[in-house]
């Protein structure tokens, strides 16, 4: 079993509509959780941290996580396309190491 | 603040040449970071530093591949000798420790023909 697991996509959304993003993961010991945007070409950028159950937002973007089901979600609202890109899901583990998913790849079609 | 910086960006070799990658993280980030990045797939990590120490490793396939990272700053990632295979992009990544967001630098795009 892979230690994170992401859909590869692509996922496409109307312009104006809302994305959801998942992830689970194997290590229970896992406290931090990112979530990293990377563009085409470029390297994956933090866009969203959270550390607790629950949900934590910033501006359009909302990071769900549930630790009892070992899932961390993220919500983009409003979806634009610049959006577009490949989200990486990124718990960071009992062995205290940043492990990134395959990433899903979001596609905002205007 | 200057953000980690890796060189060179591009590099294309013929198989079975050494090759090596340099990285410099951001200043006082203890945590560094090799990945390893192929097209659609997310970073694989390849070794992990705490100051100078390699405290992960395993991923670091040690028959061609090698790195260091003297006085606990600057990193170097060598491949010797390279194989098709290795043609990926190369990521170095550093963090103010292991359970802190990662930094990226724009990675090492290597051609291995």
């Known amino acids: 079993q892979k230690e994170v697991e992401q859909n590869s996509g692509p996922l496409s959304v109307p312009e104006g509509a809302i994305a959801s993003l998942n992830c689970t993961y194997s290590?229970?010991?896992?406290?931090?959780f990112f979530w990293y945007r990377q563009y085409s070409g470029k390297s994956p950028e933090l866009i969203m941290f959270?550390?607790?159950?629950g949900d934590k937002e910033d501006g359009r973007f909302t990071a769900q996580l549930n630790k009892a089901s070992q899932y961390v979600s993220l919500l983009i609202r409003d979806s634009q396309p610049s959006d577009s890109a490949t989200y990486l899901c990124?718990?960071?583990?009992?062995?205290?190491?940043?492990?990134f998913g395959t990433g899903t790849k979001l596609q905002v079609i205007p | 603040e200057a953000g980690v910086v890796q060189s060179p960006r591009y590099k294309i070799i013929e198989k079975k040449q050494p090759v090596a990658f340099w990285c410099n993280p951001i200043?006082?980030?203890?945590?560094l970071y090799w990945y390893l990045q192929n097209l659609g797939q997310g970073p694989e990590l390849l070794i992990r530093?705490?100051?100078?120490?390699?405290?992960?490793d395993s991923q670091l396939p040690k028959d061609r591949f090698s790195a260091e990272r003297l006085k606990g700053v600057d990193s170097t990632l060598k491949i010797q000798p390279a194989e098709l295979g290795d043609s990926a992009v190369y990521l170095c990544?550093?963090?103010?420790?292991?359970?802190?967001?990662?930094?990226f630098g724009q990675g090492t795009r290597l051609t291995v023909v």
């Open positions: 990124a718990p960071v583990g009992g062995y205290q190491k940043v492990t």
């Open positions: 959270i550390y607790s159950n």
């Open positions: 990544a550093s963090s103010q420790d292991s359970v802190s967001e990662a930094f």
């Open positions: 530093y705490e100051n100078e120490e390699a405290v992960d």
């Open positions: 200043s006082g980030h203890n945590t």
């Open positions: 290590d229970r010991g896992s406290q931090s």
